[in-house]
């Protein structure tokens, strides 16, 4: 999964995040269809400075967390606003790491191409600004887009968020995720807080934001945060199913 970040991976325009942020890194790059769930890969941490935010600590812009792997034949498009690529009059996709800028680019895509209705999410590794990252997936809901993730797509750590964002949800079988727990510049991560600390609730509520129950919410949090920081899990589209409802 991700880290804390902003508020909530995504659309209150701006929630708040948990304390810090994590890269799996560069270290391994893996075969497309990624190793077994069972096994990890290795990652290092990036920690940022944070500051308090609406009574949440919240990293710094410039925080990044994502999950390296061999990239995906990525769209030419038509057009190209930061990270996204404009497929059609309906559709545009995600081919690389959000960042700062990516909000913006999003609304700029938009609004040069207002009938745009589908992102698809194909080659997605994470995210080098956690609280851009988050606003963006409210955005994403906010307008209504749905999302898609193709045979051979790939969502990873901080994007998982942005799939979640998505007002209708589907994946392809072929399709691979991978999630993680956060940590913290100390090197804590969700488990060892408090289950009502801010940098708990800011993920649950950013859950909640994108449709899930309380029940799901916290179920889905708790699996991604079985797995240590330094490992990644990487799940089908169907296992990513049993988490979260395609609609």
């Known amino acids: 999964m991700r880290l804390p970040a902003s508020l909530a991976c995504c659309l209150a325009l701006v929630l708040a995040a948990p304390a810090c942020a994590q890269q799996l890194g560069y270290g391994a790059v893996m075969d497309r269809a990624g190793p077994p769930a069972s096994q990890t890969v290795t990652v290092t941490e990036i920690i940022e400075d944070v500051v308090e935010e ?9 925080s990044d967390r ?3 792997a061999a990239p995906a034949p990525l769209p030419r498009g038509t057009a190209s606003y930061g990270p996204f690529r404009v497929l059609d009059g309906t559709r545009a996709a995600l081919v690389g ?3 700062e800028r990516s909000p913006a680019a999003f609304l700029a895509m938009l609004a040069a191409h207002p009938g745009i209705a589908m992102l698809e999410l194909v080659e997605c590794p994470g995210t080098e600004d956690d609280r851009a990252n988050l606003r963006l997936g409210r955005l ?3 307008r209504g887009l749905s999302t898609h993730v193709p045979e051979g797509g ?5 994007a998982v968020e942005l799939f979640l964002a998505g007002l209708h949800r589907r994946a392809d079988p072929g399709a691979e995720f991978a999630v993680h727990a956060w940590a913290d510049e ?3 991560e969700a488990t060892d807080y408090p289950a009502t600390a801010p940098e708990n609730r800011a993920y649950l509520e950013y859950y909640r934001e994108m449709g899930m129950t309380p029940a799901e919410a916290s179920a889905f949090y708790a699996m991604t945060n079985s797995v240590p920081n330094a490992s990644a899990r990487w799940l ?3 296992e990513m199913g049993r988490w979260v409802r395609y609609e």
């Open 54 to 62: 609406d009574g949440f600590a919240v990293p710094l812009a410039g």
């Open 66 to 68: 994502f999950v390296a």
């Open 97 to 99: 790491p959000t960042d």
């Open 140 to 142: 994403i809901r906010a």
């Open 154 to 158: 790939s969502v990873r750590s901080g």
């Open 186 to 188: 100390d090197g804590r």
């Open 236 to 238: 089908t589209a169907a």
